[in-house]
């Protein structure tokens, strides 16, 4: 039992600043969904925050927001193949194929599909705050603040990674 109160008392300890991720990926309020979907399974994330031109963070693009979109507008989903273009193959060069690719405005982008509410909690905030504001808002990710600017990144994974130590 000494065990469980000695890790009781190292999660109390635990601050956003212990847990957070410092090395965060962001994509631009431009970047095409099939740019977002290839990094989502590229880097095995759920999610990934959206930065405006000015490089602050606008919004948050998550799966569930792809989702969502995508169960209510079928024609949405990133175009993706050579029937995109419903050309023949034989009326194509080889070498065309190398510089074959989906125009910008075929398909949506972050900025139109994001999540605008960025939620955030202080590098100081325990692991019950940060519970209690991922819970409060059902979001699975957070952004970590110092001095308003965002510094870091906590995830439903990095909680339970701090609970398993």
């Known amino acids: 039992m000494t065990t469980i109160s000695h890790k009781a008392k ?17 994509v631009a309020t431009s970047t095409p969904l099939s740019d977002v979907e290839s990094l989502l399974g590229e880097h095995r994330i759920g999610g990934i925050p959206v930065t405006d031109e000015a490089g602050h963070i606008a919004g948050v693009l998550s799966m569930r927001d792809l989702l969502e979109l995508y169960s209510q507008d079928n024609d949405s989903q990133p175009r993706r193949g050579a029937g995109f273009y419903h050309l023949s193959t034989r009326e194509l060069l080889e070498e065309d194929f190398d510089s074959f690719e989906v125009p910008a405005e075929a398909e949506e982008t972050a900025g139109q599909v994001m999540t605008a509410e960025v939620y955030s909690v202080e590098v100081g905030a325990s692991l019950d705050e940060i519970a209690k504001t991922m819970t409060k808002h059902r979001i699975h990710r957070v952004l970590v603040q110092e001095n308003k600017k965002h510094v870091g990144l906590i995830s439903t994974m990095d909680i339970l990674q701090a609970l398993a130590l």
């Open 10 to 26: 190292t999660w109390a300890a635990l601050t956003a600043r212990d847990i957070m991720q410092t090395e965060i990926l962001t």
